[in-house]
């Protein structure tokens, strides 16, 4: 059996043992503890003035943002299509309904000019969408300069579905804080992982606070159990804080490590035509979370699934890159607006083996398997 090579694991080399042994030696394993607020401030510490509180998942974060932000029964929320289901389910867990918007080819993320048009057409026809869902999609930052542009002209709110892009950053500025709300996911396929955890970001102090009450049940500081409105179960416990807290001391060394994956594939890959992948527009920094690359079948001859499934022959498994959820049967009621760009990477995308501690000599291995598929 040849070796086999996964998508992407996660990698513990720091103190995750330790700090988990802690939480349940000093019996702090709920939702309150130290490596909660350590974590919490280290988050801040690294965004600057934005306050920071952990959830159970990035979806609930979403879901206590779009909460924040009012969006309630019948109303509407555009939504990038090229992504993952959770970045719009939260919508349809309020009532509302999502209007998803296709990407440009250059970040692969919401295409601005689709977002005003599709703005100016909902308000045209009698409804202005309650906020903007943009993602950073395989770490790569989204074109803000033109979307948050069209967010304070119409003044409709940004949540930035950050939840692949920890640590990504434009011009210094950190993925997370562009939009009103930022959400970061630490579920066990991310750049860093607390088994299941998220984390929801906002320069709004007081709605960051709310969203904390609102992840405890919304219960009231008093003698009894007293509750004025409905809350949730969505925030962080502390074991998985100290697995956290331990990974993310870890975190630019873990982007070094998934950069330098993905720039290694760069330069095995650089004279196979029709191999092509995006690079960072001027001052964008990508976590490069996965390495992504499509094939352009009418150059090379063969498709992104037959490298998927050559590549399963020799024991190496790689992905699709996001389905668009305007072509999910679970959507298919939603409206759209855009062409074929989300759509067409959709059917030329792959993913290939990205975790941090890939050897060279695997990645050798990988592309020595496509190279084969040109002759
Ligand atoms: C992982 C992910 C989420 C959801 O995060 P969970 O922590 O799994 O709930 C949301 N949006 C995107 C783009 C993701 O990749």
């Not at 299941?196 to 219960?219: D, M, P, T």
């Not at 925030?235 to 998934?258: E, P, T, V």
């Not at 067409?344 to 050897?359: V, W, Y």
């Amino acid at each position: 059996m040849l070796k086999h090579i996964p998508l992407s694991v996660p990698v513990f080399d720091g103190n995750e043992n330790d700090f988990v042994f802690h939480a349940i030696e000093s019996k702090q394993i709920s939702t309150a503890g130290n490596y909660i607020n350590d974590f919490e401030d280290q988050i801040k510490n690294r965004l600057g003035k934005y306050n920071v509180a952990l959830k159970n998942s990035g979806t609930s974060a979403i879901h206590l943002a779009l909460k924040m932000i009012g969006v309630g029964s019948g109303d509407e929320v555009l939504c990038q299509s090229f992504t993952f289901c959770a970045s719009a389910n939260p919508v349809i867990y309020l009532g509302a309904k999502p209007v998803f918007i296709d990407s440009e080819p250059t970040t692969w993320n919401i295409c601005p000019e689709i977002l005003e048009e599709a703005i100016l057409d909902r308000i045209k026809k009698g409804k202005k969408p309650k906020a903007i869902i943009v993602v950073d999609l395989f770490g790569m930052p989204a074109r803000y300069e033109e979307i948050l542009g069209i967010s304070q002209k119409y003044e409709i709110p940004v949540i930035e579905d950050a939840a692949e892009a920890l640590g990504s950053s434009i011009e210094g500025k950190a993925c997370g804080t562009f939009g009103d709300y930022g959400v970061f996911s630490f579920n066990g396929n991310k750049i860093i992982t607390t088994g299941s955890g998220g984390a929801l970001i906002s320069a709004n102090f007081e709605a960051i606070e709310k969203s904390k009450y609102l992840a405890v049940q919304a219960r009231e500081v008093y003698k009894y159990y007293v509750h004025k409105e409905i809350g949730y179960n969505y925030r962080m416990n502390n074991m998985s804080a100290g697995i956290g807290l331990a990974q993310f001391l870890n975190l630019d060394k873990k982007i070094a490590l998934r950069r330098q994956v993905f720039e290694n594939y760069q330069n095995l890959l650089k004279d196979f035509d029709g191999f092509t992948t995006i690079l960072e527009p001027d001052g964008y920094f990508s976590n490069r979370w996965l390495s992504t690359f499509l094939v352009n079948q009418s150059v090379t001859g063969f498709s992104n699934e037959d490298v998927r499934q050559t590549l399963l022959k020799e024991n190496i498994e790689t992905r699709y890159l996001w389905n668009p959820l305007h072509l999910q049967p679970v959507f298919k009621e939603s409206t759209f607006y855009g062409g074929g760009c989300s759509e067409d990477l959709f059917q030329k995308g792959i993913c290939l083996p990205s975790s941090e501690n890939l050897s060279i000599e695997d990645q050798e291995r990988i592309i020595g398997v496509i190279k084969r598929m040109y002759s």
